[in-house]
């Protein structure tokens, strides 16, 4: 592809203006920033707007406004799974998330994994949680790279071997210094700069391209019916109905339990922050329908038959439908402001996501198991080090493992973080479970979905037989299920045989 200076140019300032802002981050709402919870939670002080911004940049990422419109160009209807899963998220934020806030700002928990140890007084299933979070996040944040990588080749910038990894490296080197000055306040910031822009993009192209295109009923007509609606289940099968329901549920169950999702919502200023914003988040559920729509769109441009997008679908497949739609429906400056949201939308998430595991590796194995009697200022400078290495290794994942890889391992990532749910989530509201019990139900459902998924050749649904039918659905959901029966069943008998550890929270901890 050719390269188009006009867009390169307005990616270039756009992505000039943010890196300032993240390194004038360090300034705004000025803490500690050698006190962990200053840099890895923004000191807690993060209002409804502030939240909403932050929390909404973290969710929706560049990879999501790449491969759900990539998933309705190649499958259809099934992409728009992710339109109630990110419904059902938000009942489960209003009600339990608060509760997960008050006790942590109570007792000074930073991660997930501080309140597993402190309500289960069980460092080995705390360590668990911590592993789980840090391996589940690390194929998560190559995946913002692979969105950052598809729009930089969209303009024409390419290159054999190392070259073509220039602008990535690049990226990575801002990525990295803005986190490590600023922490969490970086990300903050720019997430206006970078939700801001997708809006402007999303209804630009839903009221510009359907009117270039003649309308939504040309539009639709040209979309081969068979991905219109989801295609009718045969006999003794839940067929693809079941996929559908049981993504959108397992999804949402797992996507708050991510490290990074954690860290959004502790940043918050209070449990009432928190509820503000399970209200207030729908807006960017509406707006991602808007973007999956664009899949459609570019089915029914048919950008994928045109020569002079040819290469990009060869080098970056269905994930180039985006980029190719908005070089074709709009002029080179607009392409340009899309391609730079995109961008943006890489490091937000992507610098979220490193001081997540940043702190989740500082605070519990750090800490816990290798020097308990480390300084705040030396637990904070780890966790900086920590945030380098943990970008530097997704950057190598992305440079030098092909993409399949990372899409496999973000899967795999999805069935392992739900597996935390009954210590973290069930945990909000009993000390019931016995804490070895759960972790050999998180062991159980870790290794079984594990093996499922690599029976179906890492894809999403497993088709689950009991007697004569047959059940497609999310193998993590169904993991879960397995998890929790095992918990259930074995914490009477662990009760037994172990003595019951020590709960550090009391009942009036989870309310403000």
């Not at 502790?266 to 207030?280: K, P, T």
Request: some cysteine.
């Amino acid at each position: 592809m050719e390269l188009n200076w006009t867009a390169l140019v307005v990616f270039i300032a756009l992505f000039g203006f943010i890196t300032w802002l993240g390194f004038a981050a360090a300034h705004w709402r000025r803490g500690d920033l050698d006190q962990l919870h200053e840099w890895g939670l923004g000191g807690r002080r993060f209002g409804t707007l502030i939240t909403w911004f932050l929390v909404g940049g973290d969710l929706y990422t560049a990879y999501t406004f790449i491969a759900v419109p990539a998933l309705a160009f190649g499958a259809g209807a099934l992409a728009f799974f992710a339109v109630p899963y990110t419904i059902i998220i938000y009942p489960i934020l209003f009600i339990v998330y608060p509760r997960l806030w008050n006790v942590c700002r109570k007792h000074g928990y930073v991660t997930g994994a501080d309140f597993v140890r402190g309500r289960f007084g069980n460092r080995w299933l705390a360590l668990a949680v911590t592993v789980t979070g840090i391996v589940a996040t690390m194929p998560y944040i190559a995946l913002q790279l692979v969105g950052l990588q598809v729009v930089i080749g969209a303009m024409g910038v390419t290159g054999e071997g190392w070259v073509g990894d220039i602008p990535l490296v690049i990226a990575f080197l801002i990525l990295a210094a803005f986190t490590y000055s600023s922490g969490l306040r970086a990300p903050a910031m720019i997430a206006v700069v970078k939700d801001t822009l997708i809006y402007i993009t999303a209804f630009a192209a839903v009221i510009i391209i359907p009117a270039q295109l003649g309308g939504w009923a040309k539009i639709f007509s040209a979309i081969p019916p068979e991905k219109l609606i989801l295609v009718t289940p045969g006999a003794n099968t839940t067929g693809a109905y079941g996929v559908y329901a049981t993504l959108a549920l397992g999804s949402a169950l797992a996507l708050l339990l991510y490290p990074h999702s954690m860290t959004g919502i502790l940043s918050a200023s209070s449990g009432h922050a928190v509820r503000r914003n399970a209200a207030l988040l729908p807006a960017y559920t509406f707006v991602l329908g808007l973007i999956a729509l664009l899949g459609f769109f570019a089915l029914a441009a048919g950008v994928d038959k045109m020569p002079e997008f040819a290469e990009g679908f060869r080098q970056f497949k269905a994930n180039f439908a985006v980029p190719a739609l908005m070089l074709h429906s709009f002029p080179a400056w607009f392409a340009g402001v899309t391609f730079a949201a995109i961008g943006i939308g890489a490091l937000v998430p992507a610098a979220i996501m490193s001081i997540a595991a940043a702190n989740l590796f500082t605070r519990n194995v750090y800490r816990e198991f290798m020097h308990g009697t480390c300084s705040d200022k030396q637990e904070a400078q780890m966790a900086k080090w920590v945030s380098l290495i943990v970008k530097l290794g997704a950057l190598v994942f992305i440079v030098f493992v092909p993409l399949q890889y990372a899409i496999q391992l973000q899967l795999l990532g999805g069935i392992w973080i739900i597996q935390t749910l009954p210590a973290m989530l069930i945990g909000l509201y009993t000390r019931w479970f016995n804490p070895w019990a759960l972790l050999i139900g998180w062991a159980a459902g870790t290794a079984t979905g594990t093996w499922m998924a690599w029976s179906v050749n890492f894809a999403a649904a497993f088709p689950l037989q009991i007697g004569d039918w047959t059940f497609p659905g999310y193998t993590a959901l169904y993991t879960l299920v397995l998890n929790l029966i095992i918990a259930i069943v074995l914490t009477p008998v662990m009760n037994v045989i172990s003595a019951k550890h020590a709960d550090s929270t009391a009942a009036a901890d989870y309310y403000a």
